[in-house]
């Protein structure tokens, strides 16, 4: 029961989440980070997490597979990250009918995937987000980049507005932008994404 919602452009990572947490169904204002920075050998991602609120606290540790270097797949790539956070949670009992209790968005190098259970699902127009105020959060998203809006300003948009239609989203939100890092050059607006 959260938001996050973020862009990528090919260069750079937008990322925004509520920071409300839930118990018992209700939610509670607070501090909650929703949004980690992890290494990724001499590189950081992004990673925003809908679920079980202890994967903020396991997945720090995690140890992920570096980056690709040029000329290999980011997608391989992905797919190994998803796997190692998803035997992290799993190790750590945050699973649910033996599946990964959460749901994650991963952000790299401009580019954005969707880990669910041992599996990256790529986003290639470059918008993505989850959580119960996944579809609010994606709408104003679109409707700011449309209009031209800094992608900054339209991510935390997105989050203030699906903070205001999703009961389990609450402000204040939470903002990190990761810019590109990529080894090997200047990675290009994803196929169907949006120009910043």
Request: charged share 20%.
């Amino acid at each position: 029961m959260t938001t996050v919602v973020a862009y990528g452009d090919g260069k750079t990572v937008w990322m925004a989440a509520d920071t409300a947490t839930n118990v018992y169904e209700r939610p509670i204002v607070g501090g909650a980070t929703k949004i980690l920075r992890l290494d990724a050998g001499d590189n950081e991602v992004l990673l925003g997490m809908a679920g079980a609120g202890g994967l903020a606290s396991v997945l720090p540790s995690a140890s992920l597979p570096m980056s690709p270097e040029d000329g290999e797949s980011p997608q391989g790539w992905a797919n190994a990250v998803a796997l190692t956070l998803t035997q992290a949670a799993v190790e750590h009992g945050l699973v649910e009918d033996g599946k990964l209790d959460g749901i994650m968005l991963l952000g790299w190098n401009g580019l954005l995937w969707t880990i669910t259970h041992a599996m990256a699902i790529p986003h290639p127009d470059g918008c993505a987000a989850l959580g119960s105020g996944e579809g609010p959060a994606i709408g104003a998203l679109d409707a700011f980049l449309l209009r031209g809006e800094d992608p900054a300003v339209a991510v935390r948009l997105a989050a203030e507005i699906a903070c205001r239609r999703d009961r389990y989203s609450m402000p204040p939100v939470q903002v990190e932008v990761l810019s590109c890092s990529d080894p090997y050059g200047e990675a290009s607006a994803p196929e169907g994404g949006r120009a910043a």
